[in-house]
């Protein structure tokens, strides 16, 4: 499922992360997005360790930094920083004109829980 997230002037700053939720109405899903080097990224806003939304935190290079216990994934993949953690739902992003469209996998749309 692809829907529109955002006009790209509402994406936050460069080095800075920023909460969006889904506009459907059904939905729960709130993303973490930042942008990297002019290019916006997203994954799950809702930190797996105690959920804290990670859109509070900070970026540290590529890693997004919970603002709980400092834990950190690469805001590009989801990767966790640290073997053993888990890794977050990322979401493509993608520009047409001045909006930003994100693709939402089948098998997340409806499963959404944050
Ligand atoms: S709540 Fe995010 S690292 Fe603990």
Same mark, same amino acid.
């Given at each position: 499922m692809i829907r529109k997230l955002c006009y790209v002037d509402n994406l936050p700053d460069e080095g800075k992360l920023k909460a969006f939720a889904?506009?459907? $109405?059904d939905s729960h899903l709130s993303l973490c997005v930042g942008v990297l080097d002019g290019q916006p990224f997203a994954v799950d806003n /809702?930190? $797996? *360790?105690? #959920? %804290? $939304? /990670?859109?509070a935190g900070k970026l540290d290079g590529e890693n997004v930094v919970c603002p709980l216990h400092a834990w950190k994934w690469n /805001?590009?993949? #989801? #990767? $966790? /920083? *640290? %073997?053993g953690d888990p890794a977050l739902p990322s979401y493509e992003l993608r520009q047409y004109g001045d909006e930003i469209f994100i693709r939402i996998p089948t098998e997340r749309v409806g499963k959404e829980a944050c």
């Open positions: 889904d506009s459907r $109405p /809702l930190c $797996p *360790h105690q #959920g %804290a $939304p /990670l859109s /805001l590009k993949t #989801g #990767g $966790p /920083l *640290h %073997a």
